[in-house]
C-alpha cells in the first residue's frame, strides 16, 4: 500500500510539472509559500526630439534633464542615450497614385539624396511605393546603389492607399531594433485602403515608429486639396513623435529631408521600467519634461504619445 501511494505521488507531482514547468517540490505541501504571480515588466523606450524656439534640434543635455511620466505616475529612467550611435531603420513610402505624377521625378531625386545623407552602415533604409496597392522595392539595407534602384522603379498607379501602407511599413519594421522611422511622401489624400486610420495609427505605434510626413501640395491644385487627409497626417506625425512639413518645391522637398536628418541625429532615448500601474487601460500615455537647462521653457519636446500594453494579431 505504501508503494501504491508513493506511486501515486509521484504522478501527481509529474502532472503539475507537464502542465506548469515547474520542478516537483520534495518537501511537505504544508510548508511551501503562498503562491506568487510574477509579471515580466518590459523596458519602456522612449524617442525623444527637443527643439528650441527656432525649431532647430538641441544637443547635449543630461539625464538629470529630463523627467518622464507614465498615466501621472513619475517614472525612474533606467537607460539614457544620446542617439547618434543606435542603429537606425528608414521606412521610405512614396506615394506613386496619378495625384502625385508631376511631383514624383522631384521626389525620387529628393528622397536619393536623403539616402545618402542619412545612411551609415549600421543603418538600413527600406522603399515603398503606394497607390491601389503596397509594393516595397527593395530590404532595408544599407547599399546606396540598391536603393537609389528602388526608389527609381517605384510606379504610378491610380488609387492611394495610404492607411494600408502605413499599416504595412509599420509592420516591416515591427520586430527590428533601434531606432524605427517612416518617411512619408504623399498629397496625404486616401482613397482606397482597406485599413482605417486608426489601425494605421495603431499599427506605428506597437512598432515604436516614429513618422515623419512630408505633405507634397503642387501649388495648381492647392484649390482642390484634402485636407481631412492632411490633418491626418499631421496627428499621425504628432502622436508618433515625429514632424510633419510642407513642399511645393524641390528646395522644399530637400528642406524637409535635411530636417528630419538633423533631428535623427540629435534624438535622445529614455527607457524605464513601469511603476505600479493603477490604470487599466490598455493604453499608456507617456509624458517627457525639460528641467534644469537654462533655456528649458522655450524647448519643444517631441515623442510618442504613449503604447500600448498589449499588440494586436497580426
Known sequence: MKKFVTLVSLLWAFAVYAQTGAKPSTQNQSNEPADTIKVDVKLVNVYVTVTDAHG????GLKKENFSIEEDGQTQAIAVFDKESAVPLSIALAIDTSLSTRHDLPLEQASAKRFAQAILRPVDALAVFGFNEIVLQSTGYTADLRHIDEGIDHVRLGAATALYDAVYLVSRSLDRRQ???VIVLITDGDDTISKTDYKAAVRAAEEAEATVYSIIVVPIENSAGRETGGEHALIQLSEDTGGKYYYATSMAQLDDAFRQI?????????????PSQR???????????????AEDAPSYRVRHRAGYYTSKSDF
Open 278 to 292: 493603477k490604470s487599466m487601460s490598455q493604453f499608456r500615455r507617456i509624458h517627457v519634461a525639460i528641467t534644469g
Open 178 to 180: 533601434g531606432r524605427k
Open 261 to 273: 536628418s538633423d533631428e535623427l541625429r540629435t534624438q535622445y532615448l529614455l527607457a524605464y521600467y
Open 56 to 59: 532647430a534640434p538641441v544637443a
